[in-house]
């Protein structure tokens, strides 16, 4: 059975900058694949090719294969290679995205609920209003907005940065989307919140049978929801493997070097913390994928 996406030497480039460089990855139906790497890496240039939201300054080469969603036909199209309107139909309703930043990724003079309910009916138009806002608000009960009903008409700015997130995750999820990517999503908030974003995802996943394209710098966090790992640096792979092993006993020097500058309670006090060493060669290791 093919992947359910194919990432294929995918490269992006602004002007003479090369922001990704052949980057090669597959993820699997209901599979959670953790993208990690250093601000600038390319995580978000890459996220953002495979739903065409790079914009007409980006030029993008290379192959992003999907899997067609009819269950009968595995068919595979291009991402690439599809026409604007053929594109809509795959973003937002088969694969969905968590931007970061919450408070700039919603419309501050729409309430939530119209947001919500619009992310419907862009693949539902014949939907009445009365049928978009019972959609919109079952889904942010679902996750986990107190008193929706009475709160979908309620702007962004009255809602906690928490809750600012799970209402994008219900922007994400109203339609089912077959695939979740998630970019940074707990990187602006504190440690209790971040954990209860990180539970509700698990358990959405869980509960829909997602595949998740999870992108942080924090390989703490990664390690915690992942199944899968590629570590990504100047816009390169460099290594990929279980999370399990490539977080206990990573294997490029680079991969090292970002586990040693995340401080731990064994950290000491009285000395500066490792320093990420980002201009070795690049020697792509890749190991079998298991489990």
Known sequence: MP??????????????????????????????LGLVGES????????????????????????????????????MIDLLRQPPNALRQVR??????????????????????????????????????REAKRKAIAALEAVAIPEAASRYGDYPH??????????LIAMALINRPRLLIADEPTTALDVTVQAQILDLLAQLQREHGLAMLFISHDLAVVGQVASRVAVLRSGEVVETGPSA??????????????LA?????????????????????VSTLDTPRTG
């Open 3 to 32: 992947p359910l996406l194919d990432i294929r030497e995918l490269r992006v480039r602004f002007g003479a900058t090369e922001a990704v460089r052949g980057v090669s990855l597959q993820l699997d139906e209901g599979e959670v």
């Open 40 to 75: 600038g890496s390319g995580k978000s240039a890459s996220a953002l090719a495979i739903l065409g939201l790079l914009g007409p300054s980006a030029l993008v080469s290379g192959r992003i294969l999907w899997q067609d969603s009819d269950p009968g036909n595995q068919a």
């Open 92 to 129: 937002g309703r088969q694969i969905a995205m968590i931007f970061q930043e919450p408070m700039t990724a919603l419309n501050p003079v729409m309430s939530i609920g119209r947001q919500v309910a619009e992310c419907a009916t862009a693949h539902a138009p014949s939907w009445t209003g």
């Open 158 to 167: 009255q809602f906690s940065g928490g809750q600012r997130q799970r209402i």
């Open 245 to 258: 092993r490539l977080l206990t006993a990573p294997v490029h020097p680079y991969t090292r070097s970002l």
């Open 261 to 281: 500058a995340v401080p731990t309670l064994r950290t000491p006090r009285d000395q500066p913390l490792a320093v990420v060493r980002s201009k070795q060669p």
